[in-house]
């Protein structure tokens, strides 16, 4: 077997959580010979640093299975050639905001959390956090950390932020971390679509993620139906009966 590139460490459970997840990955076009390492735990950090101990080749690309992307984007994030990157991607819940954080807030262990603005790099966005899925972290900076490299609670005793932990070893090392602002991938979630009547009669249609709700238009009428029981276009013309568009 040709020796690899580098390696993808997945990270999901034993049922998987999204089928999406799977065609992204199906998609994707490695540099080279690349090792797969799956890893089926709730432990996150032991599954992360057992990702790193098996890794072969002169990167690690971790991957969770809430995520879909474009076939390309393991190798845009290669061509950047830095130690530590994520591609842009957002929080799955309100007020969903990019995954990345600047520099210590005055209690010295949370961080400042970035939100996007019109400012922001075209390209590389130094971050002093980001989160571990979509993270592509080149073989000399887990040789410069001592392990184990991923480790929970030392943030908050509640929170897993085992992501939180590793990038401060990365920095604490001396090395940085980098967002790509051009490559972005995608968080799966899952949600509900409702109809909610307004108090003037008027009918609008309901996204909800978590928390938060996002009201759009109902979908358009594509015919009505007179007195007759005649059905009609919504210029009043008469419908065909053999068509089936009208029924999707």
Same mark, same amino acid.
Request: aromatic share 10%; hydrophobic share 40%.
């Given at each position: 077997?040709?020796?690899?590139?580098?390696?993808?460490?997945?990270?999901?459970?034993?049922?998987?959580?999204?089928?999406?997840?799977?065609?992204?990955?199906?998609?994707?076009?490695?540099?080279?010979?690349? $090792?797969?390492?799956?890893?089926?735990?709730?432990?996150?950090?032991?599954?992360?640093?057992?990702?790193?101990?098996?890794?072969?080749?002169?990167?690690?690309?971790?991957?969770?299975?809430?995520?879909?992307?474009?076939?390309?984007?393991?190798?845009?994030?290669?061509?950047?050639?830095?130690?530590?990157?994520?591609?842009?991607?957002?929080?799955?819940?309100?007020?969903?905001?990019?995954?990345?954080?600047?520099?210590?807030?005055?209690?010295?262990?949370?961080?400042?959390?970035?939100?996007?603005?019109?400012?922001?790099?075209?390209?590389?966005?130094?971050?002093?956090?980001?989160?571990?899925?979509?993270?592509?972290?080149?073989?000399?900076?887990?040789?410069?950390?001592?392990?184990?490299?991923?480790?929970?609670?030392?943030?908050?005793?509640?929170?897993?932020?085992?992501?939180?932990?590793?990038?401060?070893?990365?920095?604490?090392?001396?090395?940085?971390?980098?967002?790509?602002?051009?490559?972005?991938?995608?968080?799966?979630?899952?949600?509900?679509?409702?109809?909610? &009547? $307004?108090?003037?009669?008027?009918?609008?249609?309901?996204?909800?993620?978590?928390?938060?709700?996002?009201?759009?238009?109902?979908?358009?009428?594509?015919? &009505?139906?007179?007195?007759?029981?005649?059905?009609?276009?919504?210029?009043?013309?008469?419908?065909?009966?053999?068509?089936?568009?009208?029924?999707?």
């Amino acid at each position: 077997m040709p020796t690899p590139a580098g390696t993808i460490g997945i990270l999901t459970t034993e049922h998987g959580r999204y089928s999406r997840f799977w065609n992204s990955f199906m998609a994707i076009q490695p540099p080279g010979p690349t $090792k797969i390492i799956t890893k089926y735990s709730l432990n996150i950090a032991e599954a992360r640093n057992q990702c790193i101990e098996e890794a072969e080749g002169d990167w690690l690309w971790f991957m969770d299975d809430d995520h879909v992307f474009h076939p390309s984007l393991l190798r845009n994030l290669l061509a950047r050639n830095v130690d530590v990157i994520q591609p842009l991607v957002l929080s799955r819940y309100d007020p969903f905001g990019p995954v990345i954080m600047g520099p210590k807030a005055p209690n010295g262990k949370a961080h400042w959390r970035f939100a996007l603005n019109q400012n922001d790099p075209l390209d590389l966005k130094e971050v002093y956090v980001a989160g571990a899925a979509g993270m592509l972290i080149r073989r000399h900076v887990w040789e410069k950390i001592e392990k184990p490299w991923f480790t929970m609670g030392q943030i908050d005793p509640a929170v897993l932020s085992e992501d939180m932990a590793f990038c401060h070893k990365v920095t604490a090392a001396g090395m940085k971390i980098w967002c790509d602002m051009e490559n972005i991938m995608e968080h799966l979630n899952v949600g509900s679509v409702f109809p909610r &009547r $307004k108090p003037d009669g008027s009918w609008v249609t309901v996204i909800r993620f978590g928390n938060a709700e996002v009201e759009i238009p109902v979908a358009p009428a594509k015919f &009505r139906v007179d007195a007759n029981g005649v059905a009609l276009d919504m210029d009043g013309n008469p419908i065909d009966s053999n068509r089936t568009d009208i029924y999707k």
